[in-house]
């Protein structure tokens, strides 16, 4: 098949290229007059070459089809898992946190802390809250795991510390142990434990099951939330208990599962 006058010239340029290539290798005595009978000797090996392609015809047009629809599922696919790395940053983004988990800080439900020290370490407790159980667990995170400590906890409350009358107010100690302190106007439930540690993507320490957490949040409002829980409670959910006979604090290492004490 002759080629065209575009094709033809696309053949010399590359003919040339291929011979200044096989003269740059040679010496200075070897290369004289050799140029032009490379670049000649190129040429018409790139025209058989493309003959040849032209003889093959549809066969080798068919392979090339079926080679190509194979490359362009993988490109769609790649497409699609890079959209969907891309939707998840801008979702980070768009909420004004991190887009990696933050594994060195920990958002602690005070309230659910502060109630199992009373009911499980404390003998004969004043009430269902003691102020103990948060400073055990707020050195042991800081001092042990080195960890950053968010707390939450209804504003203004007022608890036992250590067992002794008068109620108080967060003693000055544990509150210097935490990086902040979040308060709300309730008692802290399901949906601002979650919210707190979704905002920062950290970990969040709650005894309760969070596939429970998931299941109550079922409104359109909480489904960012649920979502999140959904993919990382495996990873970021930390749970605690403490030494009947010692008092002394733990996190529970392994996969969360049901709720524990």
């Known amino acids: 098949t002759q080629a065209s006058v575009p094709e033809q010239e696309e053949l010399t340029r590359k003919a040339k290229i291929l011979a200044v290539k096989a003269v740059m290798k040679m010496s200075a005595e070897e290369r004289k007059g050799k ?18 392609e032209a003889i093959q ?10 080679g190509g629809a194979a490359k362009s599922k993988f490109q769609i696919a790649a497409k699609q898992r890079m959209a969907g790395q891309k939707r998840k940053a801008a979702d980070a983004e768009d909420d004004g946190r991190p887009e990696k988990y933050d594994f060195g800080t920990i958002v602690v439900n005070m309230a659910d802390v502060g ?12 009430g269902n ?20 400590v968010i707390g939450v906890l209804k504003k203004d409350f007022r608890g ?8 108080v107010c967060m003693p000055s100690d544990i509150k210097k142990m ?9 008692r802290p439930g399901i949906y601002t434990i979650a919210k707190c540690a979704h905002r920062r993507n950290c ?24 979502d999140w829980l959904t ?5 970021l959910h930390t749970r605690y208990s403490f030494d009947m006979g010692l008092g002394t604090f733990d996190v529970l290492e392994g996969k969360t599962g049901s709720s524990a004490e």
């Open 115 to 126: 109630n199992i020290f009373s009911r499980r370490v404390l003998l004969h407790p004043r």
């Open 203 to 226: 970990r969040f320490l709650d005894n309760d099951n969070c596939l429970d957490w998931c299941q109550q949040l079922q409104s359109a409002k909480h489904q960012k939330i649920r």
């Open 160 to 167: 036992y510390d250590n067992n002794q009358a008068p109620k």
């Open 231 to 235: 993919g990382c409670h495996h990873q």
């Open 35 to 52: 140029m032009r009978e490379l670049q000649n000797l190129h040429l018409k090996k790139l025209q058989v070459e493309g003959e040849l």
């Open 178 to 186: 935490c990086v902040s302190v979040e308060e709300t106007l309730q």
């Open 57 to 66: 015809g549809n066969s080798g047009k068919s392979a090339r089809s079926m």
């Open 129 to 148: 809250f003691d102020w103990e159980g948060i400073r055990r667990c707020v050195k042991f995170l800081r001092c042990n795991r080195n960890m950053k």
